[in-house]
Structure formats: structure tokens, C-alpha cells
Nanobody, 128 residues
Framework: QLQLVESGGGLVQPGGSLTLSCAVH????????IGWFRQAPGKEREEVSC????????YYTDSVKGRFTISRDNTKNAVYLQMNSLKPEDTGVYYC?????????????????????WGKGTLVTVSS
């Protein structure tokens, strides 16, 4: 049973940067596919980015391509989302997710195959 704890959210001006972290407890991260999702006020949760368990393939939703970078450090059991050139429409609660990686190829399945374990989220507000 994994426990995921996000941190790093906050208030940032448009054009600014934030790095979100997700600490993973309960099992080694090595065999898990990982993902980041977000939910804006009044909207449904959407996928942002995800990565296969083998550090290989990644997926980014179109609206964040070129601005966000997902990464993982299995030695620290942690997942990161580097967010640059932030826009007001990036505002929302950001959730970390994980799933056993066997059979998951995010290039084919995108991020909605990564839903077994969720954190409670961290709020990102992009506003001047």
C-alpha cells in the first residue's frame, strides 16, 4: 500500500516557476508508473504528465508541453513536476498518482492508466 504526499504548491505570478514534489511511502518506487493530475475550480480532474516505471516514456498533455517536466528519483522514492512559464489556467490542485508499472505504456494509454494510488493534492495558484 503506497502513501503519496505532495508538496511545493503555492502562489506564483504568471511566468513564474514552481517545482512540485511527491514523497512516496510504503514501497519502493522502482516498479511503479507515476503521474501528475490537476483539478481546477469547478472543473473535472485532468491529466498533466506521466512516466513509465522504466524511466523511459513520458506523456504531457498539450497545454503543458515545453513548460513542464516530470521526473523521478527512485533512490529518494520521490516524484517531481517542474513547472515553468506558469499561466493563470495552470491554477488548480495538483495530485500525484502511482500504479504498478507492468503493462503500462503511457505513450499508448496516457495517464489515466495510473490511478491505483493518489495523494491528497497541493494547491497551485497562478495570479498577479
Amino acid at each position: 500500500q503506497l502513501q503519496l504526499v505532495e508538496s511545493g504548491g503555492g502562489l506564483v505570478q504568471p511566468g513564474g516557476s514552481l517545482t512540485l514534489s511527491c514523497a512516496v511511502h510504503g514501497s519502493a518506487l522502482d516498479d511503479y508508473a507515476i503521474g501528475w493530475f490537476r483539478q481546477a475550480p469547478g472543473k473535472e480532474r485532468e491529466e498533466v504528465s506521466c512516466m513509465n516505471s522504466d524511466h523511459g516514456s513520458t506523456y504531457y498533455t498539450d497545454s503543458v508541453k515545453g513548460r513542464f517536466t516530470i521526473s523521478r528519483d527512485n533512490t529518494k522514492n520521490a516524484v517531481y513536476l517542474q513547472m515553468n512559464s506558469l499561466k493563470p489556467e495552470d491554477t488548480g490542485v495538483y495530485y500525484c498518482a502511482a500504479n504498478p508499472g507492468e503493462g503500462i505504456d503511457v505513450v499508448k494509454t496516457f495517464c489515466w492508466s495510473i490511478t491505483d494510488y493518489w495523494g491528497k493534492g497541493t494547491l497551485v495558484t497562478v495570479s498577479s
